[in-house]
C-alpha cells in the first residue's frame, strides 16, 4: 500500500485534477446528450468514479485515509445506485421493449 502512495506523490497534483475534470465533464455530456438509459447510467458512474479518484489523490497527498474511506462509502452508494438503476431500466424494457430514455415522457399519462 505504501508503493501505490508514494507513487501517487510523485504525480503532481495538478494531473489528478485535470485528468478528473476531463472525465467528469465527459460523464455530464454523456447524461446530456445521450439518449439510451444503459449509456446514462455508464456516465453517472464514470463521473461517480471521477470524483473517487479525485478524493483518493488528495488523501494521499494529505497523508490522511479519510478520504479513501469516504471513497469506499462513496463506492457502496454507487452499487446501489447500479442495483436500482439497471431494476428500473430491466422494467422500461420489458414494459416497451427499447431502453431509449424519451419514453419516459409517454409513461407519464
Request: hydrophobic residues 55%; neutral net charge; aromatic residues 10%.
Amino acid at each position: 500500500m505504501g508503493e501505490v502512495s508514494s507513487f501517487i506523490q510523485t504525480v503532481p497534483l495538478e494531473y489528478f485534477l485535470i485528468l478528473c475534470s476531463v472525465l467528469f465533464s465527459l460523464g455530464v455530456l454523456g447524461v446530456l446528450i445521450r439518449k439510451n438509459a444503459i449509456i446514462i447510467l455508464g456516465c453517472v458512474e464514470l463521473m461517480l468514479n471521477s470524483v473517487n479518484l479525485l478524493l483518493a489523490a488528495f488523501s494521499s497527498y494529505k497523508g490522511d485515509g479519510n478520504g479513501q474511506i469516504l471513497v469506499f462509502f462513496i463506492m457502496v452508494v454507487a452499487a446501489a445506485e447500479v442495483a436500482v438503476g439497471l431494476a428500473i431500466i430491466a422494467m422500461m424494457y420489458r414494459n416497451t421493449k427499447s431502453v431509449d430514455v424519451s419514453i419516459f415522457n409517454k409513461l407519464r399519462g
